[in-house]
């Protein structure tokens, strides 16, 4: 270290030696580029004082500014406006002390006034100049060593990002880089250079410019670009056998190393492997508009989306109902900061409490209901199968009663494609709930419906916050299965199915988005860990569990043999389904679950759930095991 501060000390002293050459030179060049040659030998003392005077002003000045604490290899456009303040202070301040030895009559006074600005002129490129060709003769240099054994490098987009990465590689031959070129997909950059780097095509170029250049290494210069894009890239490397640098931040990036502490951040679209869909706001804006709307669940992932949606559309009344306060007075702060004009009314109670609800329902008459309450962790309600009986079932019954009782016009329940054939008890628990409502919309001939999700990513207790944290801790990313499968949605993309549903509903329909192909879980993670700046199996290991109790390695969102009809959205469909429920039988069914539940007969609800609810095979999973739980 002290070795190279004084090679910085000596490169700054031959600095000032040069400036003092400099400064005669531009003395001398002001006097001779005004006067005739012939006048030179007689105002040849006014040159030599004027000379003093700046060798010591300028000197001094220069000095004062910082002009020799710098490093000029590095010299920028902040160096150039210092250079600027610099010269010109120090010439009007020489100019000063010239004018009073003049006025002083210490000076011939017939001397050229314009010299003193003909010298600050050629000051400002006599020292500009000389810094900036420091710095011009070291990335030569630097080039000229970087070319002979640089690894080819190829910079995708040739925005602000990738200038400078280009600017580092082209000034640190240490990295071993050497940028060939720039793709962009803006088109008034093709055909121009960058520091002398071309840009040689747009992004989908990719491919082919791999297959035909040399190209050694990619590094991805575009920090907020979508999730499309990036693995459109990474895809692209990978076929290629190269791992493509990510850039969350320029040292990590040029460096070659990536801190787990500063990824990108991810958005979580960038995760679905299909476009997001859309919302007809027409048609849900009449459904919503003026009308009391009560949300279950309110606090949770999918409730808060559903209160902030709803609340877009100047509802009458907005109630706010769920068990945990804290939640609950989160969401209120959020919708009373964003509408201060809407009417809003937390309520704390739980579902399972009939006679709460109905109090609830009989105070605030609600027009619309979303029902979202509910247990929903697989693993947990294998060891919890009374709760999930009480909350999810007996909840939903006495929602939908007291929705019945008081007249609610149209209701949806928030299902999941678990509901499906399933070998779960949260599964076989949202089938009853679902069963419960159609049975109820047919008995009543009013709009209740439901609605089924896929897995819905970035939601409280889902795979992408556990992968963010596992990955942010350095991994192992943890998987279940390598062929584990499931549909995948964002939380306002069900939220917009929710609200649509709520427009479009007749009554005793099942509704479901369109999630394109099922995603597995690996792909997922390995996304996810690209996303956010790291490659899978070098910087974050992927890890297999086995298969959770409850599983299946991949869902469906109708029953086999049954069809799909599609509805007055694109990317919504209603399951056509031949499935009569018996409404006596239910209301029986559902009372002896509620005496199993209450008396803790476990076994004999697993038994019963198989008989009940058609392909349901519950009992078929492993045994609870509660290492698997996580």
């Known amino acids: 270290m002290d070795e190279i501060k004084s090679r910085h000390h000596l490169r700054n002293r031959y600095v000032f030696m040069g400036d003092l050459f400099l400064i005669m030179v531009s003395v001398m060049g002001s006097f001779a580029l005004r006067l005739d040659v012939a006048q030179l030998p007689f105002y040849f003392p006014a040159l030599l004082i004027m000379c003093g005077v700046a060798l010591v002003v300028k000197t001094i000045t220069y000095y004062y500014f910082g002009l020799y604490r710098r490093l000029w290899v590095y010299a920028s456009t902040h160096e150039l406006r210092l250079i600027v303040v610099a010269v010109t202070t120090a010439s009007v301040l020489t100019?000063?002390?010239?004018?009073?030895?003049?006025?002083?009559?210490?000076?011939?006074?017939?001397?050229p006034r314009s010299a003193l600005g003909i010298d600050w002129l050629l000051s400002l490129i006599l020292i500009g100049g000389s810094r900036f060709a420091l710095r011009i003769l070291s990335e030569q240099s630097n080039a000229s060593r970087g070319m002979k054994s640089g690894r080819r490098t190829l910079i995708i987009g040739a925005g602000d990002a990738g200038a400078l990465v280009v600017r580092e590689l082209q000034k640190s031959p240490q990295l071993n880089l050497i940028p060939i070129g720039f793709l962009d997909d803006d088109s008034s950059k093709q055909k121009h250079e960058i520091y002398g780097v071309p840009v040689i095509g747009v992004v989908n170029d990719l491919v082919d410019e791999l297959d035909n250049r040399r190209i050694d290494e990619v590094i991805f210069a575009?920090?907020?670009?979508?999730?499309?894009?990036?693995?459109?890239?990474?895809?692209?490397?990978?076929?290629?056998?190269?791992s493509p640098r990510t850039m969350p931040g320029l040292y990590e990036l040029i460096g070659g190393r990536v801190s787990v502490n500063r990824l990108r951040e991810v958005d979580i679209t960038d995760l679905l492997r299909r476009e997001p869909v859309t919302i007809d706001d027409k048609l849900v804006g009449a459904s919503l508009s003026g009308k009391r709307i009560l949300i279950t669940g309110a606090g949770g992932s999918i409730g808060r989306e559903i209160c902030r949606q709803a609340a877009r559309w100047s509802p009458n009344e907005l109630v706010l109902l769920g068990h945990g306060e804290n939640s609950i007075f989160e969401i209120l702060l959020e919708l009373q900061g964003s509408f201060p004009a809407l009417s809003i009314h937390p309520v704390i109670a739980d579902v399972r409490?009939?006679?709460?609800?109905?109090?609830?329902?009989?105070?605030?008459?609600?027009?619309?209901?979303f029902h979202a309450a509910a247990h929903k962790h697989v693993p947990l309600m294998e060891i919890n199968i009374e709760e999930a009986i009480t909350n999810n079932v007996l909840?939903?019954?006495?929602?939908?009663?007291?929705?019945?009782?008081?007249?609610?016009?149209?209701?949806?329940?928030?299902?999941?494609?678990?509901?499906?054939?399933?070998?779960?008890?949260?599964?076989?628990?949202?089938?009853?709930?679902?069963?419960?409502?159609?049975?109820?919309?047919?008995?009543?001939?009013?709009?209740?419906?439901?609605?089924?999700?896929?897995?819905?990513?970035?939601?409280?207790?889902?795979?992408?916050?556990?992968?963010?944290?596992q990955i942010?801790?350095?991994?192992?990313?943890?998987?279940?299965?390598?062929?584990?499968?499931?549909?995948?949605?964002?939380?306002?993309?069900?939220?917009?199915?929710?609200?649509?549903?709520?427009?479009?509903?007749?009554?005793?329909?099942?509704?479901?988005?369109?999630?394109?192909?099922?995603?597995?879980?690996?792909?997922?993670?390995?996304?996810?860990i690209r996303l956010s700046g790291l490659e899978p199996g070098r910087?974050?290991?992927?890890?297999?569990?086995?298969?959770?109790?409850g599983e299946k390695l991949s869902e469906d969102l109708w029953e086999e043999g049954m069809h799909s009809q599609p509805t007055g959205h694109p990317e919504i469909f209603r399951a056509v389904t031949d499935?009569?429920?018996?409404?006596?039988?239910?209301?029986?069914?559902?009372?002896?679950?509620?005496?199993?539940?209450?008396?803790?007969?476990t076994d004999a609800i697993l038994h019963m759930l198989d008989e009940v609810i058609p392909s349901a095979s519950v009992r078929s999973s492993p045994p609870p095991d509660l290492t698997s739980v996580v």
């Open 579 to 601: 499935e009569d429920v018996d409404g006596k039988k239910l209301v029986s069914a559902v009372d002896e679950f509620a005496r199993l539940a209450s008396q803790g007969e």
């Open 222 to 242: 575009i920090p907020s670009a979508p999730g499309r894009v990036v693995r459109l890239v990474n895809n692209a490397c990978r076929a290629k056998g190269i």
């Open 95 to 111: 100019s000063g002390v010239m004018l009073i030895l003049i006025s002083a009559g210490l000076v011939l006074p017939g001397m």
């Open 472 to 528: 942010a801790r350095g991994g192992p990313v943890t998987v279940t299965h390598p062929d584990m499968m499931r549909y995948f949605m964002t939380i306002p993309e069900a939220v917009h199915l929710v609200m649509q549903v709520s427009a479009m509903g007749q009554g005793g329909e099942v509704f479901f988005l369109n999630m394109g192909q099922q995603v597995k879980i690996l792909d997922l993670a390995e996304d996810l």
């Open 353 to 369: 409490d009939a006679e709460r609800i109905y109090s609830v329902f009989d105070t605030h008459r609600p027009e619309v209901v």
């Open 395 to 469: 909840g939903t019954r006495n929602i939908v009663q007291a929705a019945l009782k008081s007249d609610v016009q149209r209701l949806v329940l928030i299902s999941t494609d678990k509901a499906v054939r399933p070998v779960s008890v949260m599964g076989a628990t949202k089938r009853l709930a679902e069963m419960i409502v159609l049975d109820a919309a047919h008995r009543s001939g009013r709009s209740f419906s439901v609605v089924r999700f896929g897995n819905v990513l970035g939601s409280r207790g889902s795979v992408v916050p556990l992968f963010k944290e």
């Open 539 to 549: 910087d974050i290991e992927i890890a297999f569990t086995g298969i959770r109790p």
